[in-house]
């Protein structure tokens, strides 16, 4: 393995040890490793990723580290990373599974996440103000942001406000240029499938194609991947609705991707057959859809009404953050505790170079000793 790749692959699993928080935690995480620390591309480079990146089905952060690791070392940098990323969540979660089907309970860690959650709150932020003083690039794009967040934080899906924003945008900045430019149609990859109606048994290939399945139509938060699995799995009797929030909640509490979780179900379907066969499932269309995405990026960029869009996207990317900020805080923020947490990780984000990993380990600790000890 070369430098390049095992600085990839250092980086992410890294990464992959201590992303807590969802989505916009991890990407926040991403960007102070990636372009504070290591400068691999530009801020704006690491903007359009962003965007293009919540267009496509998969999770949005694993995405990302793809995207990163092909920045950084080719095709093999690509499949580095996200490898690299998910393997502490699913060695975690496989254990966990094991534990859980031997001893029918999972164990005691709501104090530790009660103090990640306010501390990865101040990481957030942070990335939120560096990618938005590079997204917004007008008073357009401004005010196109701030629709953006007023309508999620209303409930609008966020595909829809991110496509509706970059076709909005597109549109807006096409006709203010007033000039006529051919634009070439493109269609976003379809996939259908009717893997629910053939599963008469469970081999260790039906527990691969219904992950494949959820994994190619995926879009949006864990609570989404809660009611696909819910569809595939409880009304289809292969799992109780116990199990399954059983394990949505291992999903939430490892470290890495909430769709960790497949590997708890597959193991509980099939045992570690059953595991790798959803964990390769429901990861795989990510790798593809980033393998034939990641080139056309650099090319939207010499299009005019592509670049429209792209920046459009971009800036609405940056306020779904925000709105998932606020929303975070309102979850949080509901006792002393969550608050001093929360305050401490803000200064040691704004006022000294602390890493957030380690910042991440302090809320943990904090967690535990407000909750366990006073």
């Not at 709105?323 to 006792?335: G, P």
């Amino acid at each position: 393995m070369d430098s390049k790749l095992k600085e990839v692959a250092l980086v992410f699993f890294k990464l992959g040890c201590f992303a807590f928080g969802g989505p916009a935690a991890h990407i926040a995480m991403m960007e102070d490793e990636v372009i504070t620390k290591r400068k691999w591309m530009t801020r704006d480079y690491f903007l359009d990723l962003i965007g293009t990146t919540n267009l496509i089905p998969g999770p949005n952060s694993t995405e990302m580290t793809m995207h990163c690791g092909y920045e950084r070392a080719g095709n093999k940098g690509l499949f580095v990373a996200g490898l690299a990323f998910i393997l502490p969540a699913i060695t975690i979660t496989a254990l966990l599974a094991y534990l859980y089907v031997k001893y029918g309970e999972l164990p005691e860690v709501a104090p530790f996440i009660f103090g990640i959650k306010p501390a990865v709150l101040a990481i957030i932020a942070a990335a939120v103000i560096k990618l938005g003083k590079k997204a917004v690039k007008s008073k357009e794009l401004a005010v196109l942001g701030v629709l953006v967040l007023i309508v999620t934080l209303l409930g609008v899906n966020e595909i829809t406000a991110l496509l509706g924003a970059g076709v909005l945008g597109m549109l807006y900045f096409y006709i203010k240029e007033k000039k006529i430019s051919s634009l070439n149609s493109f269609s976003p990859l379809l996939f259908s499938s009717g893997i629910g109606a053939v599963l008469a048994n469970l081999s260790t290939l039906k527990v691969f194609l219904v992950f494949l399945k959820v994994g190619a139509i995926l879009y949006g938060s864990g609570y989404v991947l809660f009611a696909y699995l819910d569809a595939e799995l409880v009304t289809t009797g292969l799992l109780t609705r116990a199990e399954l929030i059983d394990a949505i909640a291992v999903g939430q509490f490892t470290p890495g991707p909430v769709l960790s979780t497949s590997t708890f179900i597959g193991y509980q379907l099939s045992g570690f057959s059953g595991a790798l066969a959803a964990t390769t499932g429901i990861f795989l269309p990510s790798f593809l859809f980033v393998l034939i995405l990641n080139p056309f990026i650099p090319k939207m960029r010499n299009s005019k009404i592509l670049r429209y869009f792209l920046d459009a996207v971009n800036v609405a990317a940056v306020a779904v953050m925000l709105s998932v900020l606020v929303i975070m805080a309102k979850e949080t923020l509901l006792d002393w505790r969550g608050i001093v947490i929360a305050i401490i990780a803000t200064v040691l984000v704004f006022k000294s170079r602390v890493s957030p990993i380690w910042i991440i380990v302090m809320g943990a600790a904090l967690g535990f000793v407000l909750i366990k000890v006073l």
